[in-house]
């Protein structure tokens, strides 16, 4: 089993920036994909970016592409999604989620509970 716990989330204005983070314990970190995902209220879950073992690899939706950052810290078991020029449409709740590596494409067996991002305008 692996858990993981997000942290970060809040109110933000738009324009303006957030980190938000997720830690993993239970299994060797470095043996899962991570990705992030959100869900506004209404709408489905929708994939927003991906980041293979290593942190050499990263994949982003096309609605976040160039205003977001994924990235990995093995040793500290964490990923993160830094997060720039946030617009009202971003706001929604953020999940991560990791897939164990060697399948594709990624099975995401393992979830957050969440954390909340809101991007007043």
């Known amino acids: 089993q692996v858990q993981l716990v997000e942290s970060g989330g809040g109110l933000v204005q738009a324009g303006g920036s957030l980190r938000i983070s997720c830690v993993a314990s239970?299994?060797?970190?470095?043996?899962?994909?991570m990705a992030w995902f959100r869900q506004a209220p209404g709408k489905e879950r929708e994939f927003v970016a991906r980041?293979?073992?290593?942190?050499?690899?990263?994949y982003y939706a096309d609605s976040v592409k160039g205003r977001f950052t994924i990235s990995r810290d093995n040793a500290k078991n964490t990923v993160y999604l830094q997060m720039n020029s946030l617009r009202p449409e971003d706001t929604a709740v953020y999940f991560c989620?990791?897939?164990?590596?060697?399948?594709?494409?990624?099975?995401?067996?393992?979830w957050g509970q969440g954390t909340q991002v809101t991007v007043s305008s």
């Open positions: 989620a990791a897939a164990y590596v060697g399948t594709w494409p990624p099975k995401y067996d393992y």
């Open positions: 980041v293979t073992w290593s942190g050499l690899s990263t």
């Open positions: 239970g299994r060797t970190f470095s043996n899962y994909l």
